[in-house]
């Protein structure tokens, strides 16, 4: 698999040992390596704007072109015009465990919303709002800054001048077709930008848009209780490095 080694490091329940690819925007063409060594492992992405979340695709960017790791398929998707956290897997029964909503994995989202988030708003996203596929409903909703990590997005955001934008973070627990910006239209704050920041124990932290870094992974993690967003500004993602 591409990238440097950064060692073996412990957090809270999770045994991790991490490579960093260090090839932001490798070719397309350019050959996938083999599938992870070891069951449970995992391939964390960060997905940049426009990308399919697949491995194929006619004439349009997808993970083929950021990934070079073969025979890893997502554990949930994240919309072409989403961006963030999308954990791969070679493992199906783990694969099956992080997507389904019985797992009930926290899903924790960044959204830049059109309008001035108001209380009744994040009470009502919480409390559930009515889709046209069903009931829906946060664990978790707050109005937040702009994430202090946060890059530029290509192409930019389209803003009306004369309405302001802000920032909410949404903690779910499934993650149906596009429901993040289906609930926050609901509220009547349709959503700009949406970023994953994480799901269950992963997050996107170190990882600049298109770096991936792949990680051993201790399966108990996955009946630990859900991630919470962090109470303070987590670490800007970091710069690609060299291989070594």
């Given at each position: 698999?591409?990238?440097?080694?950064?060692?073996?490091?412990?957090?809270?329940?999770?045994?991790?040992?991490?490579?960093?690819?260090?090839?932001?925007?490798p070719?397309?063409?350019?050959?996938?390596s083999?599938?992870?060594?070891?069951?449970?492992?995992?391939?964390?992405?960060?997905?940049p704007?426009?990308?399919?979340?697949?491995?194929?695709?006619?004439?349009?960017?997808?993970?083929?072109?950021?990934v070079?790791?073969?025979?890893?398929?997502?554990?949930?998707?994240?919309?072409?015009?989403?961006?963030?956290?999308?954990?791969?897997?070679?493992?199906?029964?783990?694969?099956?465990r992080?997507?389904?909503p019985?797992?009930?994995?926290?899903?924790?989202?960044?959204?830049?919303?059109?309008?001035?988030?108001?209380?009744?708003?994040?009470?009502?996203?919480?409390?559930?709002?009515?889709?046209?596929?069903?009931?829906?409903?946060?664990?978790?909703?707050?109005?937040?800054?702009?994430?202090?990590?946060?890059?530029?997005?290509?192409?930019?955001?389209?803003?009306?001048?004369?309405?302001?934008?802000?920032?909410?973070?949404?903690?779910?627990?499934?993650?149906?077709?596009?429901?993040?910006?289906?609930?926050?239209?609901?509220?009547?704050?349709?959503?700009?930008?949406?970023?994953r920041f994480?799901?269950?124990?992963?997050?996107?932290?170190?990882?600049?848009?298109?770096?991936?870094?792949?990680?051993?992974?201790?399966?108990?993690?996955?009946?630990?209780?859900?991630?919470?967003?962090?109470?303070?500004?987590?670490?800007?993602?970091?710069?690609?490095?060299?291989?070594?």
């Amino acid at each position: 698999m591409q990238g440097g080694t950064r060692g073996h490091e412990r957090r809270g329940q999770v045994t991790q040992n991490v490579r960093l690819s260090s090839n932001l925007t490798p070719p397309a063409s350019r050959a996938r390596s083999t599938a992870p060594s070891s069951r449970g492992e995992v391939v964390l992405l960060n997905k940049p704007f426009g990308v399919l979340c697949q491995f194929t695709g006619e004439g349009r960017a997808t993970l083929a072109r950021y990934v070079p790791v073969r025979r890893v398929y997502p554990a949930g998707r994240l919309d072409a015009d989403s961006e963030g956290l999308v954990v791969l897997t070679a493992d199906g029964a783990l694969q099956a465990r992080i997507a389904h909503p019985r797992a009930k994995l926290a899903k924790v989202y960044h959204v830049q919303v059109e309008g001035e988030v108001e209380a009744a708003q994040l009470q009502s996203l919480t409390s559930g709002v009515v889709l046209n596929d069903g009931p829906a409903r946060a664990i978790a909703a707050s109005r937040a800054e702009a994430p202090a990590w946060l890059w530029p997005r290509d192409p930019p955001i389209r803003v009306r001048r004369a309405i302001p934008t802000s920032w909410v973070t949404l903690t779910l627990t499934e993650g149906r077709n596009r429901q993040v910006r289906r609930m926050t239209a609901a509220v009547g704050l349709p959503t700009l930008r949406l970023i994953r920041f994480a799901v269950g124990p992963w997050t996107l932290e170190g990882l600049a848009p298109g770096q991936w870094r792949a990680e051993c992974v201790d399966l108990r993690v996955l009946s630990s209780a859900p991630v919470r967003p962090p109470a303070s500004r987590p670490r800007p993602p970091a710069a690609s490095r060299p291989p070594r």
